[in-house]
């Protein structure tokens, strides 16, 4: 006979399900095409290639010609082809083979995308989602590296998104299919094939993340660790090594860089009275230096016992040799070493 710990052990086990990052996403693109005959994507190699990351693969053979489509290497254009069937109805995923070729349509994204809808007065919605890998990768250097968090955050009329696991790929990609204003979508490359375990909650096809609301990943109460995207991985793995040491790190994955969720960390922040920041991109003007600014304007600022520390990508573009390119990005010993410095220890 089982005991009841052992039957309810077995229970959740049963009900998990091991999905890596590229497969999650796979999967919200695949249930929101199913689910809208109004939903398509585009972009360079998506359909018979299934993807230059394979994200997209078996959707141009299962939904064909019309729904997944290929495009010249021409971001500007397809961009604006994107935005165009927004404007006419259809509710395109544009997919950017790294969002550092976006440059190359952000005329696109921002005055054509981000404005349409306030400067309509609510009368023209715009609703696609610009996705693809964001920040760094490894070896790709100085032109294929950068973290666009805080370029496309500035700007007024978008919501910006960057999920970490697949929990977070999966539910806020397809929250950002059905929304009405553009979503930009940032994704990581180093993530794509990282698996971790989804409930069955999760796997069902009405499941959505809210897009402004940040997520708690692990309680604490000495320190609150801000991160998204791959650093939130860094911020869990620093705060197992400093619980040994006898500190509790409040992680929290921020999900959303647009609109960011202020009351989840100012909440943390009130319990902890300390901040850490920790974010792949350049310091100058980051999200970072946002989160510490909306703090310290905030009544959390009065809660804190020691001045807020931001954990950045090195102020440089992107080395392509590997020992600089490992020091010019966020390490775990890196959150460490703030954490101790701000905690005084």
């Given at each position: 006979?089982?005991?009841?710990?052992?039957?309810?052990?077995?229970?959740?086990?049963?009900?998990?399900?091991?999905?890596?990052?590229?497969?999650?996403?796979?999967?919200?693109?695949?249930?929101?095409?199913?689910?809208?005959?109004?939903?398509?994507?585009?972009?360079?190699?998506?359909?018979?290639?299934?993807g230059a990351y394979k994200v997209s693969r078996g959707l141009w053979k299962k939904y064909g010609d019309k729904r997944i489509i290929d495009t010249p290497i021409t971001e500007m254009g397809f961009a604006g082809i994107a935005v165009g069937a927004a404007?006419?109805?259809?509710?395109?995923?544009?997919?950017?083979?790294?969002?550092?070729?976006?440059?190359?349509?952000?005329?696109?994204?921002?005055?054509?995308?981000?404005?349409?809808?306030?400067?309509?007065?609510?009368?023209?919605?715009?609703?696609?989602?610009?996705?693809?890998?964001?920040?760094?990768?490894?070896?790709?250097?100085?032109?294929?590296?950068?973290?666009?968090?805080?370029?496309?955050?500035?700007?007024?009329?978008?919501?910006?998104?960057?999920?970490?696991?697949?929990?977070?790929?999966?539910?806020?990609?397809?929250?950002?299919?059905?929304?009405?204003?553009?979503?930009?979508?940032?994704?990581?490359?180093?993530?794509?094939?990282?698996?971790?375990?989804?409930?069955?909650?999760?796997?069902?096809?009405?499941?959505?993340?809210?897009?402004?609301?940040?997520?708690?990943?692990?309680?604490?109460?000495?320190?609150?660790?801000?991160s998204h995207s791959r650093c939130v991985g860094f911020c869990l793995d620093a705060a197992s090594v400093l619980a040994k040491e006898g500190v509790e790190c409040e992680v929290v994955n921020l999900r959303t860089i647009r609109p960011l969720d202020v009351?989840?960390?100012?909440?943390?922040?009130?319990?902890?009275?300390?901040?850490?920041?920790?974010?792949?991109?350049?310091?100058?003007?980051?999200?970072?230096?946002?989160?510490?600014?909306?703090?310290?304007?905030?009544?959390?600022?009065?809660?804190?016992?020691?001045?807020?520390?931001?954990?950045?990508?090195?102020?440089?573009?992107?080395?392509?040799?590997?020992?600089?390119?490992?020091?010019?990005?966020?390490?775990?010993?890196?959150?460490?070493?703030?954490?101790?410095?701000?905690?005084?220890?």
């Open positions: 006979m089982l005991g009841w710990l052992q039957v309810w052990i077995l229970s959740e086990c049963v009900s998990l399900f091991q999905v890596n990052v590229r497969d999650a996403l796979n999967q919200a693109m695949d249930e929101e095409l199913e689910r809208d005959e109004r939903v398509f994507l585009l972009g360079e190699e998506v359909a018979q290639y299934d404007f006419a109805g259809l509710r395109p995923i544009c997919e950017f083979m790294t969002w550092n070729f976006s440059m190359q349509a952000i005329d696109q994204v921002i005055n054509s995308a981000a404005k349409t809808y306030y400067m309509s007065a609510g009368a023209q919605p715009v609703p696609i989602v610009f996705r693809g890998p964001n920040g760094s990768s490894a070896g790709v250097a100085a032109q294929h590296s950068q973290c666009f968090a805080a370029w496309y955050g500035h700007c007024p009329g978008l919501k910006v998104v960057s999920p970490w696991n697949s929990e977070d790929a999966r539910g806020l990609l397809k929250a950002a299919i059905r929304d009405d204003n553009p979503v930009v979508f940032l994704e990581n490359e180093l993530m794509y094939g990282v698996p971790f375990d989804l409930s069955e909650d999760v796997m069902q096809k009405d499941f959505v993340i809210p897009i402004g609301k940040a997520k708690v990943e692990r309680r604490g109460t000495h320190i609150t660790l801000v009351d989840t960390i100012e909440a943390s922040v009130m319990k902890t009275g300390h901040l850490v920041t920790v974010e792949g991109g350049w310091p100058q003007y980051g999200v970072g230096a946002e989160i510490c600014a909306r703090v310290m304007e905030g009544p959390a600022f009065n809660y804190l016992d020691a001045p807020a520390v931001r954990v950045t990508g090195v102020d440089i573009p992107m080395p392509y040799a590997k020992i600089l390119e490992d020091h010019s990005v966020p390490q775990i010993k890196d959150i460490i070493f703030s954490v101790k410095k701000v905690l005084n220890m």
